[in-house]
């Protein structure tokens, strides 16, 4: 040992574990320090950006509410052994989920302005293209919603008839749609937890869960309601605060369900 | 201090200063700007730096308005790699290692936009769905810069003329990724510029970290005709399973 004046001119003992305690700390920096490179999980995921310039994107997902049972789930589904998480929940008591999207007039300009640019438009292209738009679908005539309709189901769950479709007012007025025009059935893609099918071998643990892709049936259908209420009240004037989306089995009355747009907050950002 | 414990900690420090080193690289001055292809066929003679065990290799050049770089494997782990999740990395004109400018190549790899949706495609001509078409088809082979301050993000199509650019090739197995990074830019919520005086680029890249089941949409509805061009693209249903990923830190010195 080794006795020293410290920078208070104090009496210090250094011992060979303090060298031995200063190398091991360089040694841990070294390696904490990395050589050229850090392992992480992937950092620079960014999520939920839009390919396309503007806000219509943005725009559009504060038009749009998920239409789904309260427990955020479906039946079990009888094509999907094992089916639980990673996209459609398990454990619920409905057979649909539904993305509905309010088409409003700020939804619908800005689509256009979207489009019309994407499509590098001439101002008569782009008046053109806005009379053709509002033409098909009924603009300024019926309240129009978009709405992605799936399930994790057969496709038979997609037969529309076996369902109703309405709006609901905060004074409890239905209304049902005066039109609906159904798209073809197309199959979306999840993540499904699966367990594995494999019974020939014996363990004290469950087996993991295999993460798949699995494509569920869905369409797009556009629904056209009437502008007002059955009092002549416009469905999206300031007298509402809310309006309710619901769909009911048409066999089972009690099986229902529904979201709502919040108009106030939809105006607000207009 | 006895000798030996001298000796001991003088062996340590070389090892401690090799290992937090940045790597460094040489960037070749330029005569003109370079076209932006994802070939090497305009570079200047430039020695490269080696990563990941030597499966990748970085060469960068100059001038007075872009930091060009030109990344190449003929690694199939690292091809794969680039094919499935693009290229992620981040620049710090400030020569430092800051994350705050992120760049994804091709944009379609972390941008996501479903042309389906609202009935707004179907109402196009043929001829306005072609030149939406192919105008979406450069926005996805673009370069995607976010901010990660403001979590806000640009997209620069693959044919801008003067911001980030990038383009990518595959020859006699070999990828080859060529990036144009402007050392001046200023647009939107975006700015960057070289302070006075600045001779190094803080370049991190990142590789793997490949996430489950490629890129899930956040509606799957396709738009008609092709959305994976500008290189790497597809989102492949079995890349079923997380690489771990690593960063890479250069420090590219500036020819002036």
């Known amino acids: ?270 | 201090m006895k000798p030996k414990y001298f000796y001991l900690l003088a062996l340590f420090l070389p090892l401690i200063f090799s290992g937090c080193k940045t790597i460094g690289l040489n960037s070749s001055r330029l005569a003109q700007p370079l076209e932006i292809n994802g070939t090497l066929d305009n570079w200047p003679k430039a020695f490269p730096v080696f990563l990941a065990d030597s499966s990748i290799s970085i060469q960068a050049a100059n001038d007075d308005m872009y930091l060009y770089l030109a990344i190449s494997t003929d690694d199939p782990e690292y091809r794969e790699d680039f094919r499935h999740t693009g290229l992620t990395m981040w620049v710090d004109l400030k020569g430092g290692k800051s994350k705050q400018v992120e760049i994804h190549f091709p944009a379609s790899t972390h941008a996501r936009f479903n042309a389906r949706q609202g009935g707004f495609w179907q109402s196009l001509t043929e001829e306005e769905k072609t030149r939406a078409s192919e105008e979406l088809d450069q926005l996805a082979g673009g370069v995607l810069v976010y901010n990660q301050n403001i979590k806000q993000a640009l997209n620069f199509p693959a044919n801008d003329a003067s911001g980030f650019a990038a383009a990518t090739s595959r020859f006699d197995g070999e990828k080859i990724i060529e990036i144009r990074i402007p050392l001046q830019f200023q647009k939107d919520f975006l700015a960057m510029e070289l302070p006075q005086g600045q001779k190094t680029v803080g370049i991190g890249i990142e590789t793997g970290g490949r996430t489950r089941g490629g890129f899930q949409p956040p509606n799957s509805g396709e738009r008609p005709g092709a959305m994976r061009r500008g290189g790497f693209g597809g989102r492949s249903s079995r890349s079923r399973f997380i690489a771990e990923s690593k960063e890479f830190w250069l420090e590219v010195h500036l020819a002036k």
Request: net charge neutral; hydrophobic share 35%; proline share 5%.
């Open chain 1, 1 to 270: 040992m080794q006795n020293k004046l410290n920078w208070l001119g104090e009496k210090k003992n250094i011992s060979r574990f303090a060298v031995i305690f200063i190398s091991l700390l360089f040694l841990t920096l070294l390696i904490s320090c990395g050589a050229s490179y850090t392992k992480m999980d992937r950092s620079g995921f960014v999520q939920g950006i839009s390919l396309v310039p503007g806000d219509f994107d943005k725009i559009w997902n504060d038009h749009t509410i998920l239409v789904a049972p309260q427990s955020g789930g479906f039946g079990r589904s009888p094509m999907m052994p094992g089916f639980s998480r990673g996209g459609p929940q398990g454990g619920g008591s409905f057979e649909l989920i539904i993305r509905a999207t309010l088409m409003d007039s700020s939804v619908i300009d800005s689509g256009l302005n979207l489009y019309s640019r994407l499509a590098s438009m001439s101002p008569e292209e782009k008046n053109a293209y806005k009379t053709r738009y509002n033409d098909e679908h009924f603009v300024g005539k019926y309240l129009f919603i978009w709405a992605n309709v799936g399930t994790p189901f057969s496709d038979e769950y997609l037969k529309l008839d076996r369902w109703t479709f309405f709006l609901e007012t905060e004074s409890g007025q239905q209304i049902e749609p005066a039109k609906i025009v159904e798209h073809g059935i197309s199959r979306q893609e999840f993540n499904v937890e699966e367990q594995p099918a494999d019974t020939t071998t014996t363990s004290m643990t469950e087996p993991e869960p295999n993460l798949v892709r699995r494509r569920f049936p869905n369409k797009i259908v556009e629904f056209y309601f009437p502008l007002t209420n059955f009092d002549g009240v416009p469905l999206l004037s300031k007298q509402f605060k809310e309006l309710k989306f619901g769909v009911v089995n048409t066999k089972k009355l009690e099986d229902k369900i529904e979201g709502a747009w919040n108009l106030e907050t939809l105006r607000s950002k207009e």
